[in-house]
């Protein structure tokens, strides 16, 4: 009813400081919850940057894998994705280590000239290790080794991304350059009270074209998507 179109499920935290869990425990700790939901008729998408993770994902029937490391934390990834024939979506992270979202990569001084150049290079991972091209879709990866320039650079440049190939995820929700917005004028500012800046980058988004944005508020960027919707059509 609040309106979410499919649910992703994580076991491990990508937030700055996070530290990851064993393999063992994020496959059991998803297992039962992606089962439950299929068993109910709710879509689900795995968060998980391990290929035993998505295949186990897979088995309790997830429909769609969503890798922030873009397949490049688990050799085997890649191979999992083609042999399950799922929808994937691939993220930009320049890291060396995937431990947690915390400080900024060296793109150049141009952040979308390599977010677009990082993506066709999972892209053509993907594709070599059998992936179907309608399978993938492609996440610009806000907030994962980005300053908050960074960030803005990124949506500025929304258009452009989803003017490509392939359909874009935005994942700005909470973000910390969205919560300096009310920090800047000294207002309370922790990740729920960026809310209304998630629903208004959702709405921006939306009127773009993304194909999808992955919040936590459900309903409050429901309700942007159905505004944008309403002001197009009448």
Known sequence: KLGADIIDV??????????RVPAEVEAERIRPVIRTLHEDGIRTSIDTMRAATAKAAAEEGVDLINDVSGGLADEDMYRVMAETQ????LMHWRADAFVNASG????????????????????ENALAAG?????????????FAKTAADNWALLNALPEFIAGEFPILVGASRKRFLREIR????????????DPATA???ALSAQAGAWCVR????AVSRDAVDVVARWNHG
């Open 10 to 19: 994580g076991a491990e935290s990508t937030r700055p400081g996070a530290t």
């Open 86 to 89: 799922l929808p994937v979506c």
């Open 104 to 123: 900024a990569a060296d793109h150049g001084g141009d952040v979308v000239k390599d977010v677009h150049q990082v993506l066709a290079e999972l892209v």
């Open 131 to 143: 992936v179907a091209k309608e399978q993938i879709t492609l996440d610009p990866g806000l907030g």
């Open 183 to 194: 920090a800047d004028r000294g207002l309370e500012h922790s990740p729920v009270d960026a």
């Open 200 to 202: 208004a980058v959702t």
């Open 215 to 218: 919040v936590h508020e459900v």
